[in-house]
């Protein structure tokens, strides 16, 4: 009789769990189209399309800045770089065994430290650049969105352990 509860209480929190992770790669597809239009304005010497006229929003600054570059690649491609880590690594969660295991921290804390680091992109575009790109601010919502999902995720796996 319990085993009979248990298989339909876990097959209650399945829609749940894909929900999740459906979540999980809206955000991430979105992320990489973004990083992928930023390196290509980037590697191109292209303007991104960014708010005409606005005191706030300066693609090009942001884009032109010391902030851009990492050891002479585009902070976008770095992103893009991340992005495809982290779709790999739900893509592969439930298919590899290490990752079967250990793949949702690994995913939680690859989320953090690309969170932690767009927290710092911002507030450097904020108060260091003084102007924003809402390419930027549209991965870094991207990324926190990500985090929450996957803060979920870790936290019902936690739970359930």
Known sequence: ???VANTSQSAEDAPRRDTLKILSYIFIIVALFVSGYLTYTKLTNT????VEDSPVFNCDAVQNSVYAEILDIPTATWGFATYTIILALLFFEKRVAFLREYGLMILFGVVVFDFAYHCFLTYTA???????CPWCLTAHTMITLLLIVTSIRLWRYFKSA
Request: with cysteine; net charge positive; glycine share 0%.
């Open 47 to 50: 303007s991104a399309i960014c």
């Open 1 to 3: 009789m319990s085993t």
């Open 126 to 132: 904020i108060f260091t650049i003084r102007a924003l």
